[in-house]
Nanobody, 121 residues
Framework: QVQLVESGGGLVQAGESLRLACVASGRTLSVYAMGWLRQAPGKERELVAAISGRSGDIFYSDSVKGRFTISRDNANTVALQMNSLKPEDTAVYYC???????????????WGRGTQVTVSS
């Protein structure tokens, strides 16, 4: 199984930025479709961004469009740049991978353990 590890979470004020990174252990992430998902207390897991493995398709949820950017930094690292953060962005953020690009959170086969993002008002 592919191993994914997220990093970069933290506590910031509204309007500030964070950059999350997802690093694979023993895998090349460029062959996978990648997604960033988040889950806040009492809410279902939400797909906020996704990028395909070869076609270049990119997805953003309406709530983060224009503020977040998903990118492939290198062969085994995928990043999520989060700008203009809002308190509603507070959640645990997960990196996920799959052989098939999808905007369905349940479609992703491999998951990291998550990194906490907290945005204060």
């Amino acid at each position: 199984q592919v191993q994914l590890v997220e990093s970069g979470g933290g506590l910031v004020q509204a309007g500030e930025s964070l950059r999350l990174a997802c690093v694979a252990s023993g895998r090349t992430l460029s062959v996978y479709a990648m997604g960033w998902l988040r889950q806040a207390p009492g809410k279902e897991r939400e797909l906020v961004a996704a990028i395909s493995g070869r076609s270049g398709d990119i997805f953003y949820s309406d709530s983060v469009k224009g503020r977040f950017t998903i990118s492939r930094d290198n062969a085994n690292t995928v990043a999520l740049q989060m700008n203009s953060l809002k308190p509603e962005d507070t959640a645990v953020y997960y990196c996920a991978a799959n052989w098939v690009y999808s905007v369905d959170p349940t479609a992703y086969a491999y998951w990291g353990r998550g990194t906490q993002v907290t945005v204060s008002s």
